[in-house]
């Protein structure tokens, strides 16, 4: 079975640009959840999403955004981005995303440098 | 934004040592618990869980144990492997809610 896979895994931008990033979870899982990972903060939950819905979002501004398609997969969005979103972007599936099955499945992450 | 386990301390250890990771969680409600493993250049890998109606469990080479009086957990690996040198981060989540909270992270080095 295909593990969850991430697109791109390296990226460039810019101050005020934005940036879509992908997530395919692994097959069967309807829950995707978003990491923000960075040295100084550790792994901050940014949402996670479940048939298309979004359960439950971390403390992150507007500025970024999720969603969810029919068949599972992810996106999500920063707009005007700014130096200190620089980070690795983790995507995780789970079965349901809950206590029980709530065993989280990652990705190996898309790594964005702002300029 | 919010996080299990502050600090990330570094641990060295030698390698058929037994090492233990400390982790402190910070919501009382969350009743399941897992960690994590991450080595360099890949996402997070599950180790082992333990639901709060338990204080252990015990898997291959790596033993969990939980103390809900002071929100502790612990994770023990035996015979600790050049293989093992990775970061490891505790995790929490409610069964009835939709996120899972990880810690800071512990750096674990194996000296050969």
């Known amino acids: 079975k295909a593990g969850v896979t991430q697109t791109p895994r390296y990226l460039i931008k810019t101050r005020g640009q934005q940036v879509t990033l992908s997530c395919s979870p692994i097959?069967?899982?309807?829950?995707v959840s978003w990491y923000q990972q960075t040295p100084g903060q550790g792994l901050q939950f940014l949402f996670e999403y479940f048939s298309e819905t979004q359960r439950n979002k971390g403390n992150f501004p507007g500025r970024f955004s999720g969603r969810q398609f029919s068949n599972s997969r992810s996106e999500m969005n920063v707009s005007t981005l700014e130096l200190g979103d620089s980070a690795l972007y983790l995507c995780?599936?789970?079965?349901?995303?809950?206590?029980?099955?709530?065993?989280?499945?990652f990705g190996e992450g898309s790594r964005l440098t702002v300029l | 934004g919010e996080n299990v386990g502050l600090h990330l301390p570094t641990l060295s250890v030698q390698e058929g040592d037994n090492s233990i990771i400390n982790c402190a969680y910070s919501n009382s409600a969350s009743d399941y618990f897992i960690w994590y493993k991450q080595e360099s250049g890949k996402g997070p890998q599950f180790i082992i869980d333990?639901?709060?109606?338990?204080d252990k469990r015990q898997g291959q080479r790596v033993t969990v144990l939980l103390n809900k009086t002071v929100k502790h957990l612990s994770l023990q690996i035996a015979a600790t492997q050049p293989g093992d040198s990775a970061v490891y981060f505790c995790?929490?989540?409610?069964?009835?809610?939709?996120?899972?909270?990880f810690g800071a992270g512990t750096r674990l080095f194996v000296k050969a």
């Open positions: 995780a599936s789970s079965l349901e995303g809950r206590g029980l099955s709530g065993e989280l499945f």
């Open positions: 097959s069967g899982h309807r829950s």
């Open positions: 333990i639901r709060s109606n338990m």
């Open positions: 995790a929490e989540m409610n069964t009835g809610g939709f996120k899972t909270i």
